[in-house]
């Protein structure tokens, strides 16, 4: 648990696959924190004051110091209270988790905003392929019941948290029991898991965030 000195705020959008990346390493370690949330149409002063490079959420502040992007607030939470490790201990198994997270970044995430926020059919439709490409990989590199082992989730399975929540919010089915059984199971276990189940959003909570997210992009397009 964090002592009473710390001070844990994390700033989010709820409905970001990116946000509830860091809820649950959070939860995981049994971390208390104050959740602050922000408009992605109407950035406060205080995200915009700890994030002023991108501009965006999450944030992660931890005693005045504040820490942006997903997977580098994962593993700062991982490194800063050792209890129930997220990341592997073994260097090699730690750079293989890192390696798998990344790819999600830039593979899969990638081509799944581009599904989601593209209105033209063959755009659609070639985001769609480069999707089913990268979880064909996935798919392979799943060897257990998690990508951590047959226990406990890690930074893998936290890395791909976005990929059940695309599919309800995309409405298709990116992958079934027929194309990627072992990705389909991956995903029932999963979002049963206590702390992932605690964490998720409902269903209309995402439609909100993905078309504050599109109103967002679609506004930079017209500047």
Not at 94 to 108: E, I, P, T, V, Y
Not at 110 to 124: I, N, Q, T, Y
Not at 160 to 166: D, E, G, N
């Given at each position: 648990?964090?002592?009473?000195?710390?001070?844990?705020?994390?700033?989010?959008?709820?409905?970001?696959?990116?946000?509830?990346?860091?809820?649950i390493?959070?939860k995981?370690?049994?971390?208390?924190?104050k959740?602050?949330?922000?408009d992605l149409?109407?950035?406060?002063?205080l995200?915009?004051?700890y994030?002023?490079?991108?501009?965006?959420?999450?944030?992660?502040?931890?005693?005045?110091?504040p820490i942006?992007?997903?997977?580098?607030?994962?593993?700062?939470?991982?490194?800063?209270?050792?209890?129930?490790?997220?990341?592997?201990?073994?260097?090699?198994?730690?750079?293989?988790?890192?390696?798998?997270?990344?790819?999600?970044?830039?593979?899969?995430?990638?081509?799944?905003?581009?599904?989601?926020?593209?209105?033209?059919?063959?755009?659609?439709?070639?985001?769609?392929?480069?999707?089913y490409?990268?979880?064909?990989?996935?798919?392979?590199?799943?060897?257990?019941?998690?990508?951590?082992?047959?226990?406990?989730?890690?930074?893998?399975?936290?890395?791909a948290?976005?990929?059940?929540?695309l599919?309800?919010?995309?409405?298709?089915?990116?992958?079934?029991?027929?194309?990627?059984?072992?990705?389909f199971?991956?995903?029932?276990?999963?979002?049963n898991?206590?702390?992932?189940?605690?964490?998720?959003?409902?269903?209309?909570?995402l439609?909100?965030?993905?078309?504050?997210?599109?109103?967002?992009?679609?506004?930079?397009?017209?500047?």
């Amino acid at each position: 648990m964090a002592s009473s000195q710390e001070e844990v705020t994390l700033l989010g959008v709820v409905g970001s696959p990116f946000l509830h990346r860091v809820q649950i390493a959070l939860k995981l370690k049994g971390i208390e924190y104050k959740y602050l949330e922000d408009d992605l149409n109407n950035k406060s002063d205080l995200l915009l004051k700890y994030n002023p490079v991108h501009k965006m959420i999450p944030v992660l502040v931890h005693n005045e110091k504040p820490i942006s992007e997903s997977l580098v607030i994962v593993e700062y939470i991982d490194d800063t209270w050792k209890q129930n490790p997220i990341l592997p201990s073994d260097p090699y198994q730690r750079a293989l988790a890192r390696f798998w997270a990344q790819f999600m970044d830039d593979k899969c995430v990638v081509a799944a905003a581009k599904f989601v926020l593209k209105v033209d059919e063959k755009e659609k439709e070639k985001a769609t392929e480069e999707l089913y490409e990268a979880l064909k990989f996935l798919e392979n590199e799943l060897k257990d019941k998690f990508f951590a082992g047959e226990e406990i989730i890690g930074f893998v399975d936290i890395a791909a948290v976005f990929i059940p929540l695309l599919q309800e919010v995309a409405q298709i089915q990116l992958f079934t029991s027929e194309k990627f059984p072992k990705l389909f199971k991956w995903s029932k276990d999963f979002y049963n898991h206590p702390v992932v189940k605690e964490i998720m959003p409902s269903k209309d909570q995402l439609f909100v965030y993905f078309k504050a997210r599109a109103q967002s992009l679609a506004a930079k397009k017209k500047n």
